[in-house]
């Protein structure tokens, strides 16, 4: 059974850096991406529609990642598969600060901002772990861009995964939090 890929990936006119889509976002947070309207009133973010104008790549990446996390391999098709890895990748990193952070929302939240705010590498940078599959930026200023991008996209995938961890009350759902231990294709950022 092969891995579920990006819907994305036939979407024409996306700026591309590197080789990782700049898609646009549902966001509240500043960054270079694309912001898109937000969500119809009484629904809720878990159950968003793929075919809706909100519908975007985070959404994807948190739906996804429980069935891709039992995949060690992950054929590449395109540039929103390099984005739904690392926001696969992120989400991992994320579950294991919250398992050792403690079971009150208010000591996770503070673990997964300071997890999308830390220094992280990109691609072309020796400590990012995919170099293989991953395209460096032409210059200095596609770096920034990717950087300010990436940090967008990690600040608002904390945020939203921390309304679906607490979504059922007070404490995390043990229901991801038993994906801690598993890697997605054998790798952490």
Known sequence: M????????????VRVIGNI???PLRTRTRGPA????????????????PDSESYDPLDEVLSLFRANSFFRNFEIKGPADRL???GILFVSECLGKIKGAGTSKRDAEKALLNAALD?????????F??????????DRADAE???GYLSQVRQELAMRLLQRLYADGPTPSKWWLSFTKRKFMGKSL
Do not use: K, M, V, W
């Open 145 to 147: 861009t990717l950087r």
């Open 2 to 13: 092969p891995a579920y890929h990006s819907i994305f990936l036939q979407d024409a006119d």
């Open 21 to 23: 889509a700049l898609l």
């Open 129 to 138: 772990p995919l170099n293989q599959a991953y395209e460096a930026p032409r």
């Open 84 to 86: 739904l890895i690392y």
């Open 119 to 127: 220094q992280f590498a990109i691609p072309g940078e020796p400590a």
């Open 34 to 49: 694309y912001t898109l309207p937000t969500l119809p009133p009484q629904t809720p973010a878990s159950e968003i529609d």
